[in-house]
């Protein structure tokens, strides 16, 4: 479909354009190697928690879900939430919204489109089409959303009922956030009180994803592995596709429940808890049927705050075992490193 030549400068092409023209094979920039390539027909997460999160406000019922949170934590980083208090219409608008957005005009949405990781919002496509030596079947807008007045002013102004609806679950997901942060807090034996208000002071920034369905579902993948960086990320899928790593390493399908919303533990809180919880390496697979959206809110502490191991869960046995960061360390490190090749956790990882 192309040479090699037009690969080196990588001209900018969304795959929402390359689905437009109905290409019946993915362009070589997207075929991954062999041992790369997803398995599609994975078991599903046969023990994946779903977490009622109403039980949180019963004190006769808070103490086991804080126990079933604890287990879900330690052993995959990751869990479901139903009862979270979001109405499923400002779900529905957010994603109906997300749906109006990818398919304006590639002009239009080219008003946005940046490789600058440090821009409060960019449109785009892979992970970073400046950068990418293997692409990957994602188009994506990503905007700061927390203060939300700092930020909506440069958010899309097309669809024009776009601000409306994403700020609207923007800000329930920040309250949600906020609650998980001082339930998880609680497992780890932490004060939620000690860092409420740098988690209510926090950055919000929700990447909007687009996965087109794609003629190869088998070469490619929508994002290759990663684990995200800050505390948690409350993830909203139109339908399935996500796939995560457990702690034995081994891959498994994220099953799609209706309404529910995912919560991947990200670097800043393995980091904190010194690594008695781990991230989540997850990745996104592709359907040759069904496009998937997908509304990850990828929250963290503030941007220039730096996140170390908490004193109380060091000792002897336990030595310090992570270098600070924080999330401006972050986009430094993606800025000259390629994070499809090496976790930005392992950068920080002190040698023993
Ligand atoms: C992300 C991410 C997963 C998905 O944006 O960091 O992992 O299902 N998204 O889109
Ligand atoms: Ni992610």
Same mark, same amino acid.
């Given at each position: 479909?192309?040479?090699?030549?037009?690969?080196?400068?990588?001209?900018?092409?969304?795959?929402m354009?390359?689905?437009?023209?109905?290409?019946?094979?993915?362009?070589?920039?997207y075929v991954?190697?062999?041992?790369?390539?997803?398995?599609?027909?994975?078991?599903?997460?046969?023990?994946?928690?779903?977490?009622?999160?109403s039980?949180?406000?019963?004190?006769?019922?808070?103490?086991?879900?804080?126990?079933?949170?604890?287990?879900?934590?330690?052993?995959l980083?990751?869990f479901q939430?139903?009862?979270? *208090?979001i109405? $499923?219409?400002? %779900?529905?608008?957010a994603? @109906?919204?997300?749906?109006?957005f990818?398919? &304006?005009?590639?002009?239009?949405?080219?008003?946005?489109?940046?490789?600058?990781?440090?821009?409060?919002?960019?449109?785009g496509t892979?992970?970073?089409?400046?950068?990418?030596k293997?692409?990957?079947?994602r188009d994506?807008?990503?905007?700061?959303?927390?203060p939300i007045?700092?930020?909506?002013?440069?958010?899309?102004s097309?669809p024009?009922?776009?601000?409306d609806?994403?700020?609207?679950?923007?800000?329930a997901v920040?309250?949600?956030?906020?609650?998980?942060?001082?339930?998880?807090l609680?497992?780890?034996?932490?004060?939620?009180?000690?860092?409420?208000k740098?988690?209510?002071? *926090?950055?919000? $920034?929700m990447? %909007?994803?687009?996965?087109? @369905?794609?003629?190869?579902?088998?070469?490619? &993948?929508?994002?290759?592995?990663?684990?995200d960086?800050?505390?948690?990320?409350?993830?909203?899928?139109?339908?399935?596709?996500?796939?995560l790593?457990?702690?034995?390493?081994?891959?498994l399908?994220v099953?799609?429940?209706?309404?529910?919303?995912?919560?991947q533990?990200?670097?800043?809180?393995?980091?904190?808890s010194?690594?008695?919880?781990?991230?989540?390496?997850?990745?996104?697979?592709?359907?040759?049927?069904?496009?998937?959206?997908?509304?990850?809110s990828?929250?963290?502490?503030?941007?220039?705050?730096?996140?170390g191991?908490?004193p109380?869960?060091?000792?002897?046995?336990?030595?310090?075992?992570y270098?600070?960061?924080?999330?401006?360390?972050?986009?430094?490190?993606?800025?000259?490193?390629?994070?499809?090749?090496?976790?930005?956790i392992?950068?920080?990882k002190?040698s023993v």
């Amino acid at each position: 479909m192309e040479g090699e030549g037009e690969c080196s400068d990588n001209p900018f092409t969304s795959v929402m354009t390359l689905t437009k023209m109905r290409v019946p094979h993915v362009p070589q920039r997207y075929v991954l190697p062999p041992s790369q390539r997803p398995t599609l027909t994975l078991d599903l997460t046969a023990n994946l928690p779903i977490v009622d999160l109403s039980t949180l406000h019963h004190a006769s019922q808070r103490s086991l879900t804080l126990d079933t949170i604890q287990g879900a934590c330690k052993e995959l980083g990751f869990f479901q939430v139903v009862n979270h *208090g979001i109405p $499923l219409p400002v %779900i529905h608008d957010a994603l @109906a919204a997300a749906i109006e957005f990818f398919n &304006l005009s590639l002009e239009e949405k080219m008003t946005l489109l940046s490789d600058n990781v440090h821009n409060p919002v960019r449109y785009g496509t892979s992970l970073n089409h400046a950068s990418d030596k293997v692409h990957y079947w994602r188009d994506f807008i990503k905007h700061y959303s927390h203060p939300i007045s700092d930020w909506i002013h440069l958010w899309p102004s097309n669809p024009p009922s776009y601000k409306d609806k994403m700020g609207n679950y923007a800000k329930a997901v920040q309250v949600l956030h906020k609650q998980l942060m001082e339930a998880i807090l609680e497992t780890l034996g932490l004060n939620f009180g000690n860092l409420q208000k740098e988690i209510e002071e *926090g950055n919000q $920034l929700m990447a %909007i994803n687009c996965y087109p @369905a794609c003629p190869e579902p088998d070469l490619t &993948l929508g994002m290759p592995p990663h684990s995200d960086y800050g505390t948690l990320t409350v993830l909203l899928q139109s339908g399935p596709g996500l796939q995560l790593q457990d702690n034995k390493k081994k891959w498994l399908s994220v099953p799609f429940v209706e309404g529910a919303l995912l919560v991947q533990l990200g670097d800043q809180i393995e980091v904190m808890s010194n690594g008695q919880y781990k991230s989540v390496v997850h990745q996104v697979t592709l359907s040759a049927e069904n496009k998937r959206l997908s509304i990850a809110s990828l929250h963290s502490l503030p941007i220039n705050k730096k996140i170390g191991p908490a004193p109380e869960l060091v000792d002897e046995q336990h030595p310090v075992s992570y270098n600070e960061f924080s999330f401006r360390d972050f986009l430094d490190y993606i800025s000259s490193n390629d994070i499809a090749d090496k976790r930005f956790i392992d950068s920080i990882k002190k040698s023993v």
